[in-house]
């Protein structure tokens, strides 16, 4: 029996198998990140500040590198654009008004070695995407998402709180919600090499 068990764990090791978060895609030198230039070509005012501040969090909750606020400090600059915040309603109410939009965020980014500018890893076209309601009978309460957010139940019952404010929180905690996304993916694809 452990004979069998060790066959399989040596085939497994072989086939390149491992922990989420074991494996390091980037060189041995690249101990520290910094962000560089993150070009923003979205009509979403501020979206490339809020990716950087997003990314470098990432990177000091992972705590397998050292962040560099200084964007020629680090072993490694992410540097990019983000080419497009893309928003289109999916679905309708008996009116025919849109109460849920799907909004996509698209980035271009690479990961280059300070010292001799190689890139060391690359997403051309990456893409996230979530939805977001905007009608108060749509919202489910009772999400985790909607709990952290600034709204209550009470907002939503509140005939004050009209249904552009909700849409417009809806929207920004979609946006914060995707970049939030987007930083874990790239810090997940750099270090497993893909």
Not at 73 to 89: E, F, N, W
Not at 99 to 111: F, G, P
Not at 127 to 151: H, I, R
């Amino acid at each position: 029996m452990r004979s069998v068990f060790l066959s399989v764990a040596v085939a497994l090791a072989g086939c390149g198998y491992h922990f989420a978060g074991d494996a390091r895609g980037l060189p041995a030198d690249v101990s520290s990140i910094s962000v560089g230039t993150i070009k923003n070509q979205s009509r979403e005012h501020g979206l490339e500040k809020a990716f950087a501040f997003t990314f470098e969090r990432e990177i000091h909750e992972r705590q397998q590198f050292r962040m560099v606020e200084d964007a020629a400090g680090g072993d490694a600059v992410l540097s990019g654009t983000i080419r497009d915040v893309r928003m289109r309603p999916v679905a309708f109410d008996a009116n025919d008004l849109a109460v849920q939009y799907e909004i996509v965020l698209l980035l271009d980014l690479t990961l280059t070695r300070r010292s001799d500018g190689r890139t060391l890893w690359q997403a051309r076209g990456l893409q996230e995407t979530d939805e977001y309601s905007v009608s108060p009978n749509v919202v489910v309460t009772s999400s985790s998402e909607f709990q952290q957010q600034a709204l209550d139940a009470a907002d939503i019952h509140n005939p004050q709180f009209s249904n552009i404010q909700l849409a417009e929180t809806q929207r920004r905690h979609t946006l914060a919600r995707l970049l939030r996304r987007a930083a874990r993916d790239v810090y997940n694809q750099m270090i497993e090499g893909f």
